[in-house]
């Protein structure tokens, strides 16, 4: 593959990551997250689920800012940018733990383009917020292993099933669902409130996402929510899947980032032995290799965000490697900002168990490093 210059990175892509990184910084510090989603340890995990908590007035203003319609074609309302872009948005997002629907409405997004559903594309780019529904309950991250059947009904059809994994399902208005019928695999998309859908909240680790299990009783998807006619959806899914890895490991790279700055900035002020700790190679070292982890990562996640725009056939092999890169550069900063955060890192008062528990769902999110590599294995067999 021969890779565009700076991975396509251009003036505009530089444009979105920058006002996105000021944005949220001045209007979404550490400071309001802990106060959003970590105040009461209590509430967080004794008892039923808790509600889905997030800035609602903030979300307003990133709809205005052209956030929702970043990937969207201009042909649909929206912004019409690269994925290299989105990318940029997406480590953001990430960086900050937003706990917002923006990064499972990406993800969507990257479904409707693919399936050139231009109607519901334009309901995203004026704010609706999109989740994706093609997990079973059994766990599979194959996104054609659905157990949600389709059965015709005059021009429309009918789901009957349950989709397991759905993210941040309670912030979504519109929800995108891979159904299996007669004629083979089809997307709908279906409206949160649709007469017959039940959604029952699931009890996760990560304070900032919501998550739940959603179970068609009977709904019924008029001809309009046909997103990809039964038997087109398997190619539609797989020319979004590349593009999907790379949202969800641009969110891993951003958290790893904070993680690693957060722990440098520790260990410059933490003394010990009358030194500050970052003075000791035993925690130097361990530093330098977040580092060095993070770097890997977003430079694979950049070449593979990279090719989904100018060389599809090369998409699916590096968006694996970055999504595998970037679940080890999650988990080795999770590791190590816990441990050289010394006794206060496995506190509750401590900023860093909020990164470390985003980054082990994002890890699982769609497969893990294990996961990715052996369809990696699998794809340079079949090459």
Not at 159 to 177: E, M, P, R, S, W
Not at 206 to 218: E, H, K
Not at 220 to 230: S, W, Y
Not at 361 to 374: C, I, N, P
Request: hydrophobic share 50%; glycine share 8%; with cysteine.
């Amino acid at each position: 593959m021969a890779l565009t210059k700076n991975f396509g990175f251009g003036p505009d892509e530089q444009m979105v990551r920058d006002q996105a990184r000021r944005f949220l910084r001045e209007g979404f510090g550490i400071e309001a997250l802990r106060k959003l989603v970590a105040s009461d340890h209590r509430e967080a995990y004794e008892g039923a689920a808790p509600p889905a908590v997030w800035d609602q007035s903030l979300w307003a203003q990133m709809v205005e800012l052209g956030w929702t319609g970043l990937g969207v074609p201009e042909d649909a309302g929206g912004v019409g940018m690269k994925t290299i872009a989105v990318a940029a948005l997406a480590e953001e997002l990430g960086r900050v733990a937003l706990p917002s629907p923006l990064t499972a409405t990406l993800v969507a997004t990257m479904v409707l383009r693919a399936a050139g559903a231009t109607a519901w594309m334009t309901r995203i780019a004026q704010g609706e917020a999109a989740t994706l529904a093609c997990t079973n309950p059994m766990g599979s991250w194959e996104l054609t292993d659905t157990d949600v059947q389709a059965m015709p009904d005059g021009d429309g059809v009918v789901l009957n099933g349950t989709a397991a994994f759905v993210q941040d399902a309670a912030k979504a208005t519109i929800v995108v669902v891979a159904a299996r019928g007669p004629r083979g695999l089809g997307l709908y998309a279906v409206p949160m409130d649709a007469p017959g859908l039940d959604v029952a909240p699931d009890r996760i680790v990560d304070l900032t996402r919501d998550q739940a299990t959603l179970t068609f009783g009977g709904v019924r998807v008029a001809p309009e929510g046909i997103v990809a006619a039964p038997g087109e959806a398997v190619a539609a899914l797989e020319r979004a899947l590349p593009a999907i890895l790379v949202v969800v490991a641009a969110d891993l790279c951003g958290a790893a980032e904070w993680q690693l700055q957060t722990t440098v900035d520790y260990a410059k002020v933490r003394v010990q032995f009358e030194r500050p700790i970052g003075f000791f190679q035993a925690v130097k070292h361990p530093i330098v290799d977040m580092m060095l982890a993070v770097d890997r990562a977003r430079s694979l996640l950049y070449a593979a965000a990279c090719a989904v725009d100018h060389e599809p056939g090369d998409a699916m092999r590096l968006a694996r490697m970055a999504k595998a890169a970037a679940c080890e550069a999650g988990a080795y900063c999770s590791d190590r900002s816990v441990q050289l955060h010394g006794g206060i890192g496995f506190t509750w008062e401590c900023d860093v168990h909020i990164y470390f528990k985003r980054q082990k769902h994002s890890e699982a999110l769609y497969g893990d490093a294990a996961f990715q590599r052996s369809k990696l294995a699998a794809l340079l067999d079949a090459a």
